[in-house]
């Protein structure tokens, strides 16, 4: 399941460039409320392939439509931008996940500048095809 998330701008401007570790942290607490046993397992175990474990759970960067860099901070010029957060498809957790993130508000940042995001839209993007060779 790949969900695209817009973000509305609510309140400040400035992230840390290196933002992954405050994002990760964001969804990982949305995940948390909603049901700590799954967010554990999520974090901890993921799904299991022998000896191979792999996490079930990843997200892309932000799209930032428009941004400047002010030194080691990253300064949002838009109103709005875009992530992608994707998850195994486990067609149990489907309405579970879709309902977590639907209207409402995360914030992301540091000690030093966090950003608030309300979540605007929120769509299931279809499934990749995966095929044998690429065209």
Request: net charge positive.
């Amino acid at each position: 399941m790949r969900l695209k998330l817009e973000l509305k701008l609510v309140e400040g401007t400035t992230l840390p460039c290196n933002y992954m570790y405050e994002l990760s942290s964001c969804l990982y607490k949305i995940l948390n409320e909603g049901n700590p046993e799954f967010t554990s397992w999520l974090h901890d175990s993921g799904f299991c392939k022998g000896k191979k474990t792999f996490k079930i759970f990843t997200f892309s960067n932000l799209y930032i439509p428009r941004f400047q860099i002010e030194g080691d901070r990253l300064r949002i010029l838009a109103h709005a931008i875009r992530l992608i957060v994707s998850f195994y498809p486990i067609e149990a957790i489907d309405a579970f996940v879709i309902g977590l993130f639907r209207n409402r508000r995360i914030e992301i940042g540091d000690r030093k500048s966090r950003v608030m995001f309300e979540i605007s839209t929120l769509e299931r993007m279809p499934e990749p095809e995966f095929v044998s060779r690429i065209v």
